[in-house]
């Protein structure tokens, strides 16, 4: 038999609202920003994944505290979520040569 949600209070509502905003709004220390990032670097994993017909999308988390990285291909998807400018740039090099090698 199939699980129904329980209607949520008001009360329960607003305190979940609350605890959403509350860690939107949480300092995390350091803030990720994509203009600290390399073009070239940038430029290389968006060349390799959408030549071979994929997608890569850019974000950061809702915290603002990660990067975020999604790249769909056929039918996978891969999200990562790196937390710094040196560890995001590594991964997008590892994605570029990824591509570059699986395409040989």
Same mark, same amino acid.
């Given at each position: 038999? =199939?699980?129904?949600?329980?209607?949520?209070?008001?009360?329960?509502?607003?305190?979940?609202?609350?605890?959403?905003?509350?860690?939107?709004?949480? =300092?995390? #220390?350091? +803030?990720?920003?994509?203009?600290?990032?390399?073009?070239?670097?940038?430029? #290389?994993? *968006? @060349?390799? *994944? $959408?030549?071979?017909?994929?997608?890569?999308? &850019? /974000?950061? $988390?809702?915290? #603002? /505290?990660? &990067?975020?990285?999604?790249?769909?291909? #056929? @039918?996978?998807? *891969?999200?990562?979520? =790196?937390?710094? $400018?040196?560890?995001?740039?590594?991964?997008?090099?590892?994605?570029?040569?990824?591509?570059?090698?699986?395409? +040989?």
């Amino acid at each position: 038999m =199939p699980q129904s949600r329980r209607q949520l209070s008001p009360n329960e509502a607003n305190q979940i609202q609350k605890s959403l905003v509350w860690r939107k709004n949480a =300092p995390t #220390g350091a +803030l990720c920003d994509w203009s600290a990032i390399d073009p070239a670097i940038l430029r #290389g994993a *968006v @060349d390799a *994944v $959408t030549k071979s017909g994929g997608a890569i999308m &850019f /974000g950061v $988390t809702a915290d #603002g /505290g990660a &990067f975020s990285i999604c790249i769909l291909q #056929g @039918d996978q998807k *891969v999200k990562e979520y =790196p937390h710094s $400018t040196e560890e995001l740039e590594e991964m997008l090099k590892g994605i570029t040569q990824w591509y570059v090698d699986w395409k +040989l």
